[in-house]
């Protein structure tokens, strides 16, 4: 009897659509009744390269958002950056392509019971996950304000249909080439107090995860985070992915970033200790 | 139509109803694959390497992509020997898989110490003790690289666990001469030979143009070590052919998982191939029954070391 990722299928899906926006690619899969058990802030693996590629391991991409869609069936959104060979051979993909997946994978967002004020913060393709996040919580009566960055304005996405589901968006670029020039931690701790936010949610590179939870390390404000660590297999088995995360009784564990996360307390995570080793157990 | 091929094998004077396994490291404790497939249908499910004490292996990053293979540093995390039995063996036996501890140690009486631990748990079925450790007590020259050491650990292990367990030792290719390593070990007390662990390497970021992983070497696996495997494979079983190998290094399909046993393997042990399809091991499983039916072979047993054969 399995107890780890207990909805996850391997299966082969088509691909239905691969548009390009700015930077990165929207692809769509066709994935049928899986959509029903992913949650927004689980990712899912897939094989690249085809038969015959020299690449052996999987590689992981946040779902984006999944629908119920009457022409399709149950579909699935990744934004894919085209970084090395795995995502640029996914970003080739045509229609119709057939591609393996392992979905869904590891944690998801926590879930409020109540109407809270959150705030959602991507970095890059980290927005990916947020807007599926926002249709969640909108629904549940929350206040969903949302805070964007990037290098360029490229590498924002910000889909139109997406920022229906906001209260409010505030975009950055470090080059100022779309929205306010700086970081989205610019003035993260006024946001915090003017808007009386409960909850962060985040999504984005390592560096923005960790100065966040530094941000808000003396607020009663709760931060969960989804990490990106490189991972060999994404299912557990492998202990490549882990990350330094502090226990209740003060002992530091290196956890599984695929199954004990990717989602994540912020505030639990040693940021200062990621890439080290923690002191010796007892 | 073909006949049904009878896939059991035995390790020693233990007995498994079919030749796939996982490879140590490469399945954790088995929890993560039950989702993939029931546990119980493959050969044993062998457990990461464990050691006496909890530990939190290397720095991150611990794996790199090569072509066809993977390196990976972990440096044998894991929660230590009596966690491990408390909670993990217990889980494996309830759902009536059979179970391979791997153990490793850092001295030649901390193996001795896991095997007094292990002696005392019924249901496993055997033990492979993995020496492809750093031995700290001489400059962490690695166990398996070391004739003598090697000898000393099965010899230690042999004596604490007593009479019955399968003793399995497994051993580094990274050697020069490994059929007299082999002999050192089956002497010392071995039932059995696990061939093989990974391959030292290296891979270097040209941007940082530093060592890409945090323990800086780590060792290969996938298909790029697949000949390397046959090869020692092969070796061993000619020099020793009455002594059961469990072979890996690479398999990622029934062809493959064929040619080590025909090289000589009686059970074969899938690793970095469950990484990219965690059904992979009862895929492979069906394919090499499927292949050794076509090849006219009744039982998985005949065709061990076949490949050794004299010319007709
Ligand atoms: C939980 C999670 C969610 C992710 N979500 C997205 C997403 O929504 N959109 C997106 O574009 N990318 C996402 N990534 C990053 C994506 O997995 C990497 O960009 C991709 O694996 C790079 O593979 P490559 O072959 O193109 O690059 P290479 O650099 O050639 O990859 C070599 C190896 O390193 C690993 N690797 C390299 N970079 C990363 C990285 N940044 N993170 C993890 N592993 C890496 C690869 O998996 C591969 O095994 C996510 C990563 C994780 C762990
Ligand atoms: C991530 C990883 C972790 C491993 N951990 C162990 C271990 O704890 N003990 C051990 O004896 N071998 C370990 N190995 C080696 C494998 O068991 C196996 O011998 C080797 O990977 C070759 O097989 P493969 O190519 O099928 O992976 C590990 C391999 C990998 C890739
Ligand atoms: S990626 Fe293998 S354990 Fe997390």
Redesign the pocket.
Same mark, same amino acid.
């Given at each position: 009897m399995a107890t780890i990722n207990k909805n996850a299928i391997q299966q082969v899906v088509t691909l239905v659509s691969n548009k390009r926006i700015g930077a $990165?690619h929207q692809i769509l899969l066709n994935v049928g009744d899986v959509v029903k058990s992913c949650r927004p802030g689980n990712?899912v693996a897939i094989r690249?390269g085809g038969d015959s590629s020299k690449?052996i391991? &999987? &590689?992981?991409?946040? #779902? @984006?958002r999944v629908a119920d869609n009457s022409q399709y069936g149950g579909t699935m959104e990744? #934004?894919?950056?085209?970084?090395?060979?795995? @995502?640029?051979?996914?970003c080739s993909q045509q229609e119709g392509a057939e591609i393996d997946i392992i979905a869904p994978?590891?944690t998801a967002f926590g879930i409020p019971t109540e109407p809270i004020n959150a705030l959602l913060i991507g970095g890059g $393709?980290?927005s990916?996950?947020l807007f599926g996040l926002a249709d969640v919580l909108k629904n549940r009566g929350c206040k969903v304000d949302m805070l964007l960055g990037a290098s360029v304005g490229s590498k924002i996405y910000a889909p139109m249909e997406g920022k229906r589901s906001v209260n409010s968006l505030k975009i950055y670029t470090e080059d100022g080439s779309m929205g306010e020039t700086g970081r989205v931690t610019e003035n993260l701790l006024d946001i915090v107090r003017d808007r009386n936010v409960d909850v962060i949610y985040s *999504?984005g590179p390592m560096a923005m995860l960790s100065a966040i939870t530094a941000l808000v390390a003396e607020t009663e404000v709760i931060h969960q985070c989804?990490? =990106? =660590? @490189?991972?060999?297999c994404?299912v557990g088995i492998c202990m490549t *992915?882990v990350l330094p995360v502090q226990n209740e009784d003060g002992t530091t564990l290196m956890l599984r @970033?695929?199954i004990d996360?990717?989602v994540m307390d912020g505030s639990n995570v040693r940021w200062d200790l990621v890439g080290k080793v923690p002191e010796a157990l007892a | 139509m073909t006949l049904p091929v009878d896939m059991s094998t035995t390790l020693g004077n233990a007995w498994f109803p079919a030749p796939l396994f996982t490879a140590s490291g490469c399945a954790s404790s088995g929890k993560e694959l039950a989702q993939f497939f029931p546990l119980n249908q493959i050969g044993a499910v062998v457990t990461k390497s464990v050691m006496s004490k909890p530990r939190h292996g290397r720095p991150t990053p611990r794996?790199?992509?090569t072509p066809s293979g993977?390196l990976n540093s972990i440096g044998l995390q894991g929660p230590g020997i009596d966690s491990f039995l408390a909670n993990d063996v217990p889980w494996l036996l309830e759902q009536k898989a059979r179970v391979i501890v791997s153990i490793a140690g850092e001295t030649v009486e901390e193996y001795s110490t896991l095997a007094r631990k292990l002696r005392s748990v019924s249901g496993i079925s055997a033990v492979e003790v993995n020496i492809s450790c750093p031995n700290v007590e001489n400059r962490g020259l690695v166990f398996a690289c070391d004739p003598d050491a090697s000898r000393r650990v099965i010899d230690g292990v042999r004596k604490t666990i007593g009479g019955d367990l399968p003793i399995i030792a497994k051993l580094s290719p990274d050697v020069t001469d490994l059929p007299s390593i082999a002999r050192g070990v089956v002497d010392a007390g071995a039932d059995g030979l696990a061939l093989i662990n990974t391959v030292l390497g290296m891979v270097i970021n040209i941007d940082s143009m530093r060592p890409h992983l945090g323990g800086k070497t780590g060792g290969l696996s996938g298909p790029a070590i697949k000949p390397v495997a046959v090869r020692a494979i092969y070796q061993v079983h000619a020099a020793l052919p009455k002594v059961p190998i469990l072979g890996m290094g690479g398999v990622a399909s029934g062809r493959d998982a064929l040619e080590l046993i025909l090289a000589g393997a009686s059970g074969v042990s899938i690793g970095t191939a469950s990484f990219g399809n965690p059904s992979a091991i009862i895929e492979i499983q069906n394919e090499l029954r499927d292949l050794l039916a076509a090849r006219g072979f009744a039982t998985m047993q005949q065709a061990i070391g076949y490949a050794h054969r004299e010319e007709a």
């Open positions: $990165y990712f690249v690449m391991l &999987r &590689r992981a991409f946040a #779902i @984006s990744l #934004i894919v950056a085209p970084h090395g060979s795995g @995502s640029k051979w996914l994978l590891g $393709y980290g990916a996950p *999504c989804a990490v =990106e =660590e @490189s991972m060999a994404g *992915c @970033s695929c996360g990717p | 794996m790199a992509e993977m």
